[in-house]
């Protein structure tokens, strides 16, 4: 499994950004999938974007306003998030599955700490 370690969480207010990061450890960072979840207070964890190779999906909540980068020399993914609304506020996750991009939360192996965003309006 890939250590996974997130950070640039934090407090914004609606209509702000943020961009944060998943530091990934291993050799083999460029052929996994990488995804970001976020779980709300009572909710259950979802997906925010996967991707792997040139497959990469969003849900449709966060279309426009997210996006998904990856350096794989740096071993790192990033989620700019943009145009920030008070349904944004969670604790989002990232984590890592060797092979495609999948939905389902419990096919990644690998999870970051989680970081908090909170959208204020």
């Known amino acids: 499994q890939v250590q996974l370690v997130e950070s640039g969480g934090g407090l914004v207010q609606v209509g702000g950004s943020l961009r944060l990061s998943c530091a990934a450890s291993?050799?083999?960072?460029?052929?996994?999938?990488m995804g970001w979840f976020r779980q709300a207070p009572g909710k259950e964890r979802e997906l925010v974007v996967s991707?792997?190779?040139?497959?990469?999906y969003y849900a449709d909540s966060v279309k426009g306003r997210f996006t998904i980068s990856r350096d794989n020399a740096k071993n790192t993914v990033y989620l700019q998030m943009n145009s920030l609304k008070p349904e944004d506020t969670a604790v989002y996750y990232c984590?890592?599955?060797?092979?495609?991009?999948?939905?389902?939360?419990?096919?990644?192996?690998?999870w970051g700490q989680g970081t908090q965003v909170t959208v204020s309006s």
């Open positions: 291993g050799r083999t960072f460029g052929t996994y999938a």
């Open positions: 991707s792997s190779g040139g497959t990469t």
């Open positions: 984590a890592a599955r060797s092979g495609t991009v999948v939905f389902d939360p419990r096919l990644y192996p690998s």
